[in-house]
């Protein structure tokens, strides 16, 4: 099992940190042959618009969204949310658009909105560390969209499918679950069951 993370931009050194220490082989996606060659792809927190313009720019955009389209795992942080998001509200454009999600962005105002808490996430844990830093959330779902955690009554983490999103920076604590939830993702997805972590 090989799991990438989008490495453009953002937060995504700490993201290839921790798969590291969990034991994880990864590399950093820069270039179209690194989609090749991973079986998920963490797309981590960063500026959405220059992480989506430097997708295109690089010519990322048509395999990674075939890829994904084809129920390649991936899970994207903050700004991995937007690039997921089908729907970004009160903007007449969209990334990937591959999730069916409606996401505001800057929802939680400019850097001095930023905040930490502790809130459950379905299926991973009772009080799960959050990090938000200029951070969006989710307005509305589709209906094949689960919603996994909100705060303040705001959708915070939700998966559909293959696709996986957090407002929120798992990779910025020392709470490992979020992580291990995905490698789960990706190791049932490839049917290899020796790669299942405990949460």
Known sequence: MK??????????????????????DTIDVRYEED?????GLIIPGGESTTMGKLIKTL???DKLKTRIEDNMPVWGTCAG???LAKDIVNEDYNHLAVMDINVVRNAYGRQLGSF????PVKDIGEDIDMVFIRAPYIE???????????????IVAAQEENMLVTSFHPELTDDFRLHKYFINIVAKSINDINCIVAL
């Not at 700490?14 to 590291?20: D, Q, Y």
């Not at 930490?116 to 809130?119: S, W």
């Open 81 to 83: 949310m937007i690039l």
């Open 140 to 154: 509305s779902v589709g209906k094949n969209v689960e919603v996994l955690s909100t705060v303040d009554g705001n």
């Open 59 to 61: 010519g990322l955009f």
């Open 116 to 119: 930490e808490t502790k809130a």
């Open 35 to 39: 989609i090749d060659d991973i079986d």
């Open 3 to 24: 799991i990438g993370v989008l490495a453009m931009q953002g937060a995504y050194r700490e993201h290839l940190k921790i798969l590291r220490s969990l034991g994880v």
